[in-house]
């Protein structure tokens, strides 16, 4: 979403992309506008970056959607459309499976590390183990 204050800013990862809906409302264009503002060229998948265009991200088939990362769009904005203060606002998107299941993933890596942070004042070797049990018996 753009707005009249602040600058560029957009999320810390690169998986943040914004399709044309999202640009069409931020740039508050026609669908149209933001696809001839778009640089595309049916005869080659991934064009050389064009400062006068708004450069999508690496597609790697012609029916890939075509996204933007929230940086290039605020670029554009600024450079091209000659707005004055661009601020992009990237909200998270839902929950997906994978992020799901990466949780989970991370949660059992923390009860993992917990456990061996308790573990690690007891013996872990076979010979400190021996030598605790020789200290437990008595001399005959």
Not at 23 to 51: E, G, I, K, M
Not at 93 to 104: D, E, M, R, V, Y
Not at 108 to 122: D, H, M, N, T
């Amino acid at each position: 979403m753009l707005s009249g204050q602040g600058e560029a800013a957009g999320g810390e990862s690169g998986d943040n992309l914004i399709g044309i809906d999202e640009v069409q409302r931020c740039l508050n264009r026609s669908r149209a506008s933001v696809y001839r503002y778009t640089n595309t060229d049916p005869r080659n998948l991934n064009p050389p970056f064009n400062p006068r265009k708004l450069n999508p991200e690496y597609r790697s088939d012609q029916k890939d959607p075509l996204l933007f990362h929230p940086n290039e769009v605020a670029r554009f904005a600024r450079d091209v459309l000659r707005i004055k203060e661009v601020t992009v606002e990237v909200l998270n998107s839902p929950s997906t499976a994978t992020q799901q299941l990466l949780s989970s993933i991370l949660d059992e890596l923390r009860s993992i590390r917990s456990l061996l942070s308790e573990a690690e004042g007891r013996p872990t070797s076979l010979e400190s183990r021996r030598d605790q049990h020789d200290q437990a018996r008595p001399a005959a």
